[in-house]
T-cell receptor, first 114, second 114 residues
Framework: DGGITQSPKYLFRKEGQNVTLSCEQN?????MYWYRQDPGQGLRLIYY???????QKGDIAEGYSVSREKKESFPLTVTSAQKNPTAFYLC?????????????FGPGTRLTVL | GNSVTQMEGPVTLSEEAFLTINCTYT??????LFWYVQYPGEGLQLLLK?????DKGSNKGFEATYRKETTSFHLEKGSVQVSDSAVYFC?????????????FGQGTILTVHP
């Protein structure tokens, strides 16, 4: 079955540590997205990538970094510069140039700072 | 860009009650409109969509009609179940040049009691 996988499901970070969240898709989608969700709140866009080797900042990119070296992979690094990283992180993807215009989501990674 | 305003929650209902969650939008043209659902601890799933004015999207007993006159896409269900307890998000394409980027409402938490 095609889909989006995120790992790990739960992640714990110590103060001052960088951590990397994995997002992989086998849907052959061109564009991929990272969102942050805080308790009781909506989704906020961190970064997105519409094509390999290219990505753009979203609304809350400070303290995060990404790479897009392969079409199927879009890892997110939460750096020590992100002062309040505890949140639920969601990865999504979409196919370009078709009539299918909805985003597909992964199951999420819950990051907690100890 | 496009924007969406979603009814604030939380919404608490008894089983078999009627559900309405309001969603209004501002958009250039007539983009697709979406309702996503997020069950506890999971990612978002597409619940239903409508691609043009007067279209009705439906799934799992939920319905929403794309009304351009009132720029609305309200979600309804005639008889809710405990298993419908989740967070519901209204969404539409963000507009502009960023293909695939979506704008989400803030989400409405629905709790259904037996």
């Amino acid at each position: 079955d095609g889909g989006i996988t995120q790992s790990p499901k739960y992640l714990f970070r110590k103060e001052g540590q960088n951590v990397t969240l994995s997002c992989e898709q086998n849907l052959n989608h061109d564009a991929m997205y990272w969102y942050r969700q805080d308790p009781g709140q909506g989704l906020r866009l961190i970064y997105y990538s519409q094509i390999v080797n290219d990505f753009q900042k979203g609304d809350i990119a400070e303290g995060y970094s990404v790479s897009r070296e392969k079409k199927e992979s879009f890892p997110l690094t939460v750096t020590s510069a992100q002062k309040n990283p505890t949140a639920f992180y969601l990865c999504a993807s979409i196919q370009a140039g078709t009539a299918i215009d909805e985003q597909f989501f992964g199951p999420g990674t819950r990051l907690t700072v100890l | 860009g496009n924007s969406v305003t979603q009814m604030e929650g939380p919404v608490t209902l008894s089983e078999e009650a009627f559900l309405t969650i309001n969603c209004t939008y501002t958009a250039t043209g007539y983009p697709s409109l979406f309702w996503y659902v997020q069950y506890p601890g999971e990612g978002l799933q597409l619940l239903l969509k409508a691609t043009k004015a007067d279209d009705k999207g439906s799934n799992k007993g939920f319905e929403a009609t794309y009304r351009k006159e009132t720029t609305s896409f309200h979600l309804e269900k005639g008889s809710v179940q405990v298993s419908d307890s989740a967070v519901y998000f209204c969404a539409l394409p963000a507009g502009g040049t960023s293909y695939g980027k979506l704008t989400f409402g803030q989400g409405t938490i629905l709790t259904v009691h037996p």
